[in-house]
């Protein structure tokens, strides 16, 4: 698993971490001061931000377990997963194009990275050589048929 990505999930839980405990409360205990509690906007805005904050912690450190998890060893070497990069033949537009399988987060369609929970990337997983096919995607259904593929193994 690419270090950048753990990294950059810790910051963010770093930086939420920071908010949680010790901003908000702060902000909370200003808006008290203020008086009414109902009527408070003030009041209300800040729990509004704990409760997103507490929610998207709980969600970034279960995202950075699940990634603790992936091990490279399990990833096929002869089919297509995780860090592989695919070469595909478009069937109806009769295009090639290529595609490297990726997290979620290093997911950036523009540069041919695609994640493995994508449509394409979902339909692409445990696919070999000569397979064809067929994925829903939001622009109708498509048809690939996989021209080339380089592993993750392949590469180191």
């Not at 067929?134 to 993750?152: A, C, D, H, S, Y």
Request: zero cysteines; proline letters at 3%; aromatic letters at 4%.
């Amino acid at each position: 698993m690419p270090s950048s990505i753990v990294q950059k999930l810790q910051e963010e839980i770093q930086a939420l971490e920071q908010e949680l405990n010790f901003e908000l409360p702060k902000e909370l205990k200003r808006a008290r001061a203020l008086g009414d509690l109902s009527e408070n906007a003030e009041y209300q805005m800040a729990k509004q931000r704990q409760e997103y904050v507490g929610a998207r912690l709980a969600q970034l450190k279960r995202r950075l377990a699940q990634l603790s998890l992936i091990n490279l060893n399990n990833v096929p070497k002869d089919r297509v997963g995780y860090g592989s990069t695919v070469v595909l033949l478009d069937v109806d537009q009769d295009t090639e194009v290529r595609y490297r399988l990726v997290t979620s987060e290093e997911a950036d369609v523009n540069n041919g990275l695609i994640s493995t929970t994508s449509p394409i990337g979902r339909g692409l997983m445990g696919k070999r050589v000569g397979d064809t096919v067929k994925v829903g995607t939001p622009n109708g259904i498509r048809e690939f048929e996989i021209r080339g593929l380089q592993t993750i193994h392949d590469d180191a």
